[in-house]
């Protein structure tokens, strides 16, 4: 058993018998081991990238221009791709269905190892329109997850969460192939689904940077990528609902995604920061048979595909640094009115080894008509007071219920900690309600 899950239960066998002053079993501290740091994402080569739009414009060009579903070159690029993850150590599965009369084919590579119950997915549409080869439409996002995936093989990566990867086909019909996976996928599968990302044209000519705003955390994944590029974003608004993450949200799988942009007009404003040609669509050639290998941003479909890396590193990999043990403290203490004497409301720590972190947390639950009257301090059992709030006359608002981040790397754990609340303004009164501190 690792060291995080028998502290959770510790945890929570304590809070279930002991109510008043619960603490938890003093299970060994020190291991800081048990928290694993995600590794680092990789640059994915654009050049590589860039290889797989040149096959599938290929494939088009010897499949009557086109890969669009229930031509020969839907198949052919399918094939493509499966090849390459297949020789990189992929479980690969085809699932066909029907549309228009035609059997479609989407392509589902499974990562093998982490945890099952907790699956990442990233996905791209595989088919072009069959009115040209869609390269921008949507051979950017399929390349750029393929790549991917060839480095997460390449890496090794051994994330937390279970990855999978899926190429849709059909969506120039309707999102007909995610639709359809989703659909077949059993309620239970669905469940274990922790994030979708889509990435549906992603090296636009005339680029935007856009993010879909839907599941916060994924969303501000690929903002803080951007932001670390110093590249502004936008959220995308050409249509939500318009790609393969539509199934999943439907559903309600947190989903997110890129896109930089198809027919919508750039404005001046978005041609100031990201350049290119205000007044002209993102991709000129949407839905045409100019969107060919000519139709792509290499710096956009560059930093687009290192997006999707670095989320798949971070949403995959990333471990939440489990809360150590906890003690509060439910009985309400009354605090009297200016100028009455601090008050204090004690908890006993026992049982855990060396000092208090430097992120030790304090949730504080005071119940006050004005809580601006109040100055808190968290003290240590050597006596040592650490501010949590100051007075404020301005702060008339109710209640202090917050949690307060301090370092005490300087203490001793073991022994009574107390919170310290003094009322330094008349008329308004209150309760501490209850407070806990987390190590
Ligand atoms: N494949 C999509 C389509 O043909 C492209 C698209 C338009 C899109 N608007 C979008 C993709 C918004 C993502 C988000 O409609
Ligand atoms: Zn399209
Ligand atoms: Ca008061």
């Known amino acids: 058993m690792s060291l995080s899950v028998s502290?959770?239960?510790a945890a929570v066998t304590a809070f279930a018998v002991a109510g008043l002053f619960a603490s938890t079993a003093p299970a060994a501290l020190a291991a800081p081991t048990a928290v694993t740091a995600a590794p680092t994402p990789p640059d994915i080569p654009v050049a590589n990238v860039k290889a797989h739009l040149a096959q599938f414009q290929s494939i088009a060009t010897s499949n009557g221009g086109n890969?669009?579903?229930g031509r020969a070159g839907y198949k052919a690029s399918l094939d493509y791709v499966k090849a390459k993850l297949d020789a990189a150590g992929y479980t690969t599965t085809i699932q066909t269905f029907t549309s228009s009369g035609a059997t479609g084919y989407n392509l589902i590579a499974d990562w093998p190892g982490g945890d099952p119950n907790s699956v990442l997915m990233a996905g791209s549409h595989?088919?072009?329109?069959?009115?040209g080869p869609g390269i921008n439409d949507n051979g950017s996002g399929s390349a750029a997850v393929l790549e991917t995936a060839l480095a997460v093989s390449r890496a090794g990566l051994q994330p937390t969460k279970h990855l999978r990867f899926g190429w849709w086909g059909a969506e120039e019909l309707g999102l007909v192939g995610s639709k359809y996976y989703v659909n077949n996928l059993p309620s239970a599968e669905r469940a274990k689904i922790s994030g979708y990302l889509n990435f549906d044209m992603i090296g636009s000519p005339n680029p935007g940077y856009f993010v879909y705003d839907d599941d916060p955390t994924i969303e501000q994944t690929f903002k803080t990528y951007f932001a670390g590029l110093n590249v502004p974003t936008e959220i995308e608004t050409e249509g939500d609902g318009r790609s393969d993450h539509a199934p999943f949200k439907n559903v309600?799988?947190?989903?997110g995604g890129l896109f930089t942009g198809a027919g919508y007009t750039k404005t001046a404003a978005q041609a100031q920061k990201w350049g290119g040609t205000a007044g002209q669509a993102f991709d000129r050639c949407y839905h045409s048979s100019c969107d060919t290998t000519?139709?792509?941003?290499?710096?956009?479909?560059?930093?687009?595909?290192?997006?999707?890396a670095y989320a798949i590193w971070n949403l995959g990999a990333a471990t939440p640094v489990p809360p150590g043990p906890s003690f509060e403290n439910t009985t309400d203490?009354?605090?009297?009115?200016?100028?009455?004497?601090a008050v204090t409301s004690p908890i006993t720590v026992s049982g855990v080894a060396g000092n208090a972190p430097a992120t030790t947390k304090v949730d504080v639950n005071i119940v006050h008509t004005y809580r601006g009257d109040l100055v808190i301090?968290?003290?240590?059992?050597?006596g040592t007071a650490y501010r949590l709030k100051n007075s404020s006359s301005s702060d008339s608002a109710d209640n202090v219920v917050a949690t307060y981040t301090v370092n005490a790397s300087s203490e001793v754990a073991n022994g009574v900690w107390k919170l310290q609340v003094k009322d330094v303004a008349g008329a308004d009164v209150g309760y501490i309600n209850s407070w806990r501190i987390t190590f």
């Open 252 to 255: 309600g799988i947190p989903v």
């Open 67 to 69: 890969r669009a579903h």
């Open 294 to 308: 000519a139709n792509i941003n290499d710096t956009a479909l560059d930093r687009n595909s290192d997006a999707v």
């Open 333 to 341: 203490v009354s605090i009297p009115d200016s100028p009455g004497a």
């Open 377 to 382: 301090d968290l003290v240590a059992p050597d």
């Open 7 to 9: 502290r959770r239960l």
């Open 126 to 131: 595989l088919d072009s329109v069959s009115s």
